[in-house]
């Protein structure tokens, strides 16, 4: 278990099930994704059995319980940002990251994950990607480079 997250545990610590949520988004924050070991010790300092853990991160989709990128491009593709050229825009950037336009993927360096989501709630700004947190409406294409080169 990643020994920077032990300070998180200690906050966290007898506050129960109510607090599942927001200790897994501060946990990932430093992991980056939850392994078992991690989900474990969540379970403990909570006092949450671990299935129910597990039906958390499996329903909430900006959860993992498998290795993610270093960044994490999330890419509308719900109607609003289709019609206003979403599909294009995953295409690019899986073209660019060598990953599978329909599914995403994580880059084999581990640098990039490029997931497909439907609505992110900002329709108003289609299409609509997110980086890590930082959002981007009404993208183009041709953006797409010089947001991948600083984040290379
Ligand atoms: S449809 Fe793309 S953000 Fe809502």
């Not at 989501?117 to 289609?126: D, S």
Request: proline share 7%; hydrophobic share 40%; charged share 25%.
């Amino acid at each position: 278990m990643n020994p920077s997250i032990e300070p998180i545990l200690q906050r966290y610590e007898g506050k129960g099930r109510a607090y599942l949520l927001p200790c897994l988004l501060d946990v990932q924050d430093v992991s980056g994704w939850l392994d078992e070991e991690t989900c474990l010790a969540i379970g403990e300092t909570l006092g949450v059995p671990l299935v129910q853990i597990h039906d958390v991160i499996q329903f909430y989709a900006l959860l993992y319980d498998k290795p993610v990128g270093e960044r994490i491009i999330r890419v509308c593709d719900d109607v609003p940002c289709y019609l206003a050229g979403s599909e294009a825009i995953a295409e690019a950037l899986a073209q660019r990251l060598g990953l599978d336009p329909e599914h995403g993927g994580t880059t084999t360096d581990g640098k990039w994950t490029l997931e497909i989501h439907p609505c992110l709630g900002r329709c108003e700004q289609a299409p609509f990607l997110l980086i890590d947190d930082e959002e981007h409406g009404h993208v183009r294409p041709e953006q797409l480079e010089a947001w991948l080169e600083v984040g290379a």
